[in-house]
């Protein structure tokens, strides 16, 4: 990704809506730096729009202002992830060209790691009592065995899920609908501050903008698409939640729901979709059991995540196999890690992408951050963790 | 069914405690009539059971009274229905040789017509007031849709799933662990005594034999086999409704279950087994949707069950064709009914088991039940009914 691409990607977050389908084409097509140009020069429109709908994006692309919003987002310590780099959650490739534009990521954790393991926990924002403790209890129970929470920092039920990750010290993310600079809604502001300082702020739209009615439903399709599987807590027939449990359906996640009592139209959307694919779990250790790898779940992991949980057996022993500090050669790497040369080297490419590990002329070193075995670990402000901060290019994204 | 054989079953109902598949392959291989006379007689045991567990029968056997069983329930407005008698319910036969030796029924209704279409409704005996609710909302519901609840007659949500049939003036049906004469539990004789006079009242045990633990188990497969699909409400871990489920889904009967809140224990069974087979179901609609024919169930179909109901519509439209009163030719009705006359001949073959039409001579007529329409119907103490009452023999079980 070109210099030129991300600040025309990071431009268009504020030009084009989530999940607008026709300008992902345009995107996959021409490219973002094409498509901005051809925007600021005018013109026909590109195909699938409107004179209409084309003069509009025009006029919001001459307002666009991509340096000062990465200056911005950069002092509200915000960073902007591409499609395609080191921290990109390969995951949300899956939605096609309703794919975002970029994220806009608050938070130290890198957004791909804990992408790789997490659940979304979701349901509506009234919801009852039950349904709070319920979405709490899944939140403390899935972080306690080691799972991110994902959630989209409402009212209710999300709410209550990131509390219990956080109450139990463990990894969430909210995913919103506005800018990440900017929580919504308004009561959630300290909540939302602590999941920036403890895990990850996520959303497609740049600094200082507003949801709005479609943006919520849209940015339901990144929670599904980011995580494992989609827990549904309660919610009533018309629920947001639904959306993201449907969406999680198509791209073949993991759906889940919380049965409530039949008598409680809270619960009558979850059993809508229980009734349908997808299957019923009563507590944290059914939703691991659902989403983990087979075997992977030893009873109560607990802790926060460390990167090299998330690694393949092979892949975790030739990043074991790199010294601390100095550079090896790929032939040294895999005598220690036990396998091929040629298994090592397809493995240290695949170690370099996830961050772990740079080229240094014929050999490779371990990066800064896979260093600090907490690089995306604990979320407590503990200084060991400042090179991290200090160096949040460390992954790949410079900045433009 | 030669009298003999009646009076053989009728006597090993009080000496083969339900469920014996030996005793049941005994049964199919050598009938009723022979096994009876070798445990009267002794000798070497037949196959399968130990020399002490022979002479166990064999003391039951001689203090076996079949006739003065027979006229003892006679009094208690019970009949004696064999297997392959016109009021058996074919589907018990796919129990195979655990099928029950007999049945002992108390009430007026056909038990083989009302068993066509009905569904149980089963759960926990200490239930909560949701429990409670559920079970009467779903037996109300389903009376109304001209279902026929089937249950335990146990405290909890068996007796309020009777009670919801009963006081929609619907139809309802419990199978009891012991002597249909015999009330159980003794709290419940009331509601059992409503039951018998409106619905009917079923068992395997003959008069005055009391309920055991393994009795109450072995039960549970004639409730799931006698319906067409079995609803449970609430149940912990180890309830017997979950035994009753089980056999429902061994059978290839439907299994549903009533969510309720996951942090309740008396729904924990209802939820591990919505997590396997079972379909959620929230109200008497959807158990109706699921067990209902497709396109049979027009919506808010309401009313008691009325036999013509229950018909084929090829059956119903020779049913149809037979005069009033008269005796028709099958040449003749086979013309009224729009089919040939060998088509008729086998539907009047059919509706003869099913106890609507008899033969006279070379022709056939209407039973004096089927000229009632209301002969399986509705349970109000109606007296156009009494005739149907004064001949219980209309559907050919003549008593030994």
Redesign the interface.
């Known amino acids: 990704m070109t210099g030129e691409e991300r600040l025309a990607r990071a431009a268009l977050t504020r030009v084009v809506e989530p999940g607008d389908e026709t300008a992902g084409r345009w995107l996959r097509e021409l490219g973002a730096a094409e498509v901005a140009r051809r925007l600021v020069r005018g013109g026909k429109p590109l195909p699938g729009v409107t004179d209409a709908r084309w003069e509009g994006l025009r006029a919001r692309a001459a307002r666009a202002r991509p340096r000062q919003d990465l200056d911005e987002a950069e002092r509200a310590g915000a960073r902007f992830v591409c499609p395609g780099e080191p921290e990109w959650p390969a995951q949300l490739d899956d939605l096609g060209d309703a794919r975002p534009t970029g994220l806009w990521v608050r938070g130290r954790p890198s957004l791909r790691m804990w992408a790789l393991r997490s659940v979304a926990v979701v349901g509506a924002r009234a919801c009852t009592e039950?349904g709070a403790?319920?979405a709490a209890v899944l939140g403390s129970g899935l972080a306690e065995r080691g799972w991110v929470v994902v959630s989209g920092g409402a009212y209710g039920v999300d709410g209550a899920a990131h509390r219990g990750a956080l109450g139990a010290g463990g990894a969430t993310v909210a995913v919103l609908a506005c800018g990440v600079d900017r929580p919504y809604p308004r009561g959630h502001t300290r909540l939302i501050g602590r999941i920036a300082e403890q895990g990850l702020v996520v959303g497609e739209l740049p600094p200082g903008e507003h949801p709005t009615p479609s943006r919520f439903i849209l940015r339901n399709r990144v929670i599904a698409a980011l995580t494992r599987g989609t827990v549904v807590v309660e919610a009533a027939y018309r629920s947001g939640a639904l959306v993201t449990a449907r969406a999680a359906q198509r791209l073949g996640r993991f759906t889940m729901g919380?049965?409530?009592?039949?008598?409680s139209g809270l619960?009558?959307g979850v059993?809508a979709l229980?009734?349908q694919e997808a299957?019923?779990?009563?507590?944290a250790a059914?939703v691991a059991e659902l989403v983990g790898d087979i075997g992977e779940l030893a009873p109560d992991k607990r802790g926060p995540v460390l990167p090299r949980d998330l690694l393949e057996p092979g892949a975790a022993q030739v990043l074991a196999a790199l010294p601390a500090r100095d550079t090896a050669s790929a032939a040294d790497i895999a005598r220690g890690a036990g396998t091929t040369e040629d298994d090592a080297i397809g493995r240290l490419y695949e170690l370099r992408s996830l961050g772990f590990v740079e080229r240094h002329g014929d050999g490779w070193k371990l990066t800064r951050q896979a260093r600090s075995p907490a690089a995306v670990g604990p979320p407590v402000p503990d200084p060991a963790c400042s090179a991290v901060r200090a160096n949040p290019d460390s992954l790949g994204n410079s900045r433009s």
Do not use: K, W
């Open positions: 039950y403790h319920m919380v049965p409530g009592p039949a008598t619960s009558a059993h229980l009734r299957v019923l779990v009563s507590d059914e």
